[in-house]
């Protein structure tokens, strides 16, 4: 599939603490075919890159983020199923500037993450070369650390590449970091996304994955499974990393208040659960931040809404 579009490839010189960019990603032979993991170049005056031996073409949107999956038709079907998605994800909506009511909301609804699982994360870009590849795979349309480039099988705001995490477009021992989060449980197939992470990661390259365990359905569009604290890290050791560290990453408050707020949205009519829906609000806003302790407790994992991890090849 070809899309006759000016690509407009441009390889600079890169910062340092910048993200190394899709451009020179391909320039060095790290970004692969993904069906042939072959190199890739720009032809035909960048209008679109193929492999080394021009059996297989990939597009650009926009003139600029190239969709390198295995199979194309996947994306349209992934874009007609998740209308929801797409709507939150738009651009209009994520550029647009937060009104007074939604900052307010934003404070009274966070998740008070722990504290090493933000500390687990942000040590992973320390040291590292000025030339690393970071990838967060399901990124977009935030960007968890400015190192980091997203991938998604869909072309949403901030993602530089459409790609699949079940077939990743990167040669083997290559990439430094990755970042995956609230993705595993939207796989169809969690092994073969799990053996891809090993595969692109460098020795000794690491990753920080967070995973859903208590958490209600919610497909975009699909949602497969849910992670024990036990279950996320035998998953990856099955593949063959090495678990650096595991832990709780959101606690049993917002479990209980996240569950019973979706209950009262899904099984009591409307417009009966309005009052209480607000007044429910009101309450895990008061209560959430308990998460602060009971999250750091040894048991805080039996009731836990996500769990991470870090791994490390070797």
């Known amino acids: 599939m070809v899309l006759t579009v000016n690509v407009g490839i441009y390889i600079g010189k890169m910062k340092s603490g910048e993200a190394m960019n899709i451009s020179r990603q391909i320039e060095a032979g790290k970004l692969v075919c993904p069906k042939t993991r072959q190199r890739l170049t720009a032809a035909n005056d960048n209008q679109w890159i193929e492999n080394s031996d021009r059996t297989v073409r990939y597009k650009f949107i926009n003139g600029r983020v190239p969709v390198l999956l295995t199979d194309p038709d ?43 699982s933000r500390d687990a994360l942000n040590n992973l870009f320390t040291g590292l070369a ?22 998604n099988i869909g072309p949403f705001p901030n993602v530089e590449a459409v790609a699949d995490a079940h077939c990743l477009p990167y040669a083997d021992d290559c ?21 891809e992470m090993h595969r692109v990661l460098k020795p000794s390259g690491k990753a920080y994955v967070c995973t859903p365990f208590m958490q209600a359905y919610h497909g975009y569009p ?93």
């Open 175 to 195: 990439v430094d970091v990755i970042h995956c989060e609230a993705v595993f449980e939207h796989l169809y197939n969690p092994l073969q996304a799990a053996r």
């Open 74 to 116: 996947r994306l349209e079907k992934y874009a007609n199923d998740s209308e929801r998605m797409n709507q939150e994800y738009a651009e209009e909506n994520i550029n647009r500037k937060p009104s007074l009511f939604h900052r307010i909301k934003a404070v009274l609804t966070q998740d008070y993450r722990t504290q090493a």
């Open 130 to 151: 000025d030339d690393a590849i970071c990838i967060s795979i399901g990124g977009g349309p935030s960007r968890a650390h400015p190192r980091l480039l997203n991938l």
């Open 222 to 314: 699909h949602h497969y499974q849910n992670y024990t604290l036990t279950g996320h890290q035998t998953l990856f050791k099955s593949v063959g990393f090495r678990i650096v560290e595991a832990g709780v990453c959101v606690g049993p408050v917002y479990t209980l208040v996240n569950l019973i707020a979706v209950f009262l949205n899904e099984y009591i009519p409307r417009p009966m659960n309005m009052a209480a829906r607000y007044l429910w609000g009101a309450i895990g806003a008061c209560v959430r931040p308990l998460d602060k302790i009971l999250a750091t407790r040894d048991n805080a994992h039996v009731l836990s809404s996500t769990t991470y991890a870090v791994l490390e090849k070797g």
